[in-house]
């Protein structure tokens, strides 16, 4: 079993955004809409984002309920979600019935529906804990919101274990990288929504943390939204003639073959030169299980060389 190391200056910071305190009534938890306090550690618990769900199965609780079950199993995938969970409708409008008549004791859920808190909480005790914020470290959150989750559940050395293996992974994949002279490598990493039209990940998103983590650069600096990403066209992919063009899957064919036969499309360097490489499916807006993941997808696919030269 691996051992667990303390987290860093960052991620003690970011965990005093969280407190947790035990005390004889129980284990009391003040989070990002109030004070919850949990006599026992709670048993049945519904997840209304995929990532909480992530981290609910990495700690070894299979949630009884979570939003859009299907669309976890085709873009999460890992770690599997059994047959036994129930899905509550969808992420952006979970439906309150369904999670009612679960009867659960924990409900999960992002700050980004922050307006359905009080409903939710006439169910069962909530917890908001949010990863994607503006300006923020999601990698750094992620972490400090597992220990949290441990920590309610009666789990945190198995939380600790969980970072720690990830950031094995995570040095393992930087050496692979580093022995086949791909260190530093530059890469814009993309998905794309038609033809025409993509999001390009940045600084404050998962993508870019796999990325970076892996040991390789980010080539979009410019600003994004609080999801890490930038709505831009394949004319943003200019200015940087080393670059890789990374994209996550799917990307349909008729979308690809409109796009390499536009004008534009010769005059991209990554183009030109063939640096371009497909990655996924894959969720990039993920937990502490995801980071290693998608950094091993982008290593493997950087280590198989350019898609047209295979």
């Not at 924990?106 to 005790?125: F, R």
Request: aromatic share 6%; charged share 20%; hydrophobic share 45%.
């Amino acid at each position: 079993m691996l051992k667990a190391r303390h987290p860093g200056p960052a991620l003690r910071a970011l965990l005093l955004l969280v407190v947790c305190t035990t005390a004889s009534a129980g284990t009391v938890i003040t989070h990002e809409a109030g004070e919850v306090r949990f006599e026992e550690p709670p048993q049945r618990v519904v997840a209304l984002n995929w990532w909480l769900a992530e981290h609910l199965l990495a700690l070894g609780v299979v949630p009884v309920g979570v939003t859009e079950r299907e669309g976890y199993r085709q873009w999460v995938a890992e770690p599997p979600l059994p047959d036994s969970v129930r899905s509550v409708g969808r992420r952006q409008s979970p439906n309150l019935e369904a999670i009612r008549a679960l009867k659960p004791d924990l409900i999960l859920v992002s700050g980004h529906l922050m307006a359905a808190v009080p409903a939710l909480k006439t169910i069962a005790p909530t917890v908001v804990q949010t990863t994607y914020e503006a300006d923020s470290n999601p990698w750094i959150r992620a972490r400090a919101h597992l220990i949290t989750l441990g920590r309610i559940l009666e789990r945190e050395d198995r939380a600790r274990q969980v970072i720690q293996q990830a950031e094995d992974e995570l040095r393992l994949t930087r050496q692979q990288l580093a022995e086949a002279g791909l260190a530093g490598q530059t890469a814009f990493l993309v998905r794309f929504l038609d033809d025409k039209r993509l999001r390009i990940h940045g600084e404050n998103s998962m993508l870019h943390q796999a990325l970076v983590q892996a040991g390789l650069a980010n080539a979009w600096q410019q600003p994004t939204n609080l999801w890490g990403f930038t709505p831009g066209t394949v004319a943003d992919l200019g200015g940087h003639p080393d670059a890789w063009l990374i994209y996550v899957r799917p990307w349909p064919e008729s979308d690809r073959e409109r796009l390499q036969a536009s004008p534009l499309w010769p005059y991209l360097p990554m183009a030109r030169h063939g640096r371009i490489v497909g990655v996924g499916p894959v969720w990039t807006f993920g937990g502490v299980l995801s980071v290693p993941r998608m950094a091993q997808m982008l290593a493997d696919q950087l280590l198989a060389g350019p898609e047209d030269r295979r």
